[in-house]
């Protein structure tokens, strides 16, 4: 089992930064591919970013494409998502996903097997 926790969420003014954060326990997920996705009331989760098992690869939604850096530190076992230039759009609860499976960047839901409880994030306007 593996167990993700995201922190780093807040209230922030518009064009402001948020680092994300989130920590894994249970086992390693060193070789697993990683995405952050958010969801906002009314709206369906929606696919924000991902990085591949190495961090070699990344890949990002266009509407934060940018704006936003995903990374990760194996060693940690954290992954990152630091945000900047915030919109009131960007205004969700933020999500990290771990696909055990998987090494390469992934935009779809289905991979994703370990989800976190998420983090809040809200950006006035």
């Known amino acids: 089992q593996v167990q993700l926790v995201e922190s780093g969420g807040g209230l922030v003014q518009a064009g402001g930064s948020l680092r994300l954060s989130c920590a894994a326990s249970g086992r390693t997920f060193s070789s697993f591919t990683m995405g952050w996705f958010r969801q906002a009331p009314g709206k369906e989760r929606e696919f924000v970013a991902t990085i591949s098992w190495s961090g070699d690869d990344t890949d990002y939604a266009d509407s934060v494409k940018g704006r936003s850096t995903i990374s990760r530190d194996n060693a940690e076992n954290t992954v990152y998502l630091q945000m900047n230039n915030l919109k009131p759009d960007d205004t969700a609860a933020y999500y990290c996903?771990?696909?055990?499976?998987?090494?390469?960047?992934?935009?779809?839901?289905?991979?994703?097997?370990?989800w976190g409880q998420g983090t809040q994030v809200t950006v006035s306007s």
């Open positions: 996903a771990a696909a055990p499976k998987y090494h390469g960047v992934l935009r779809n839901t289905w991979p994703y097997a370990y």
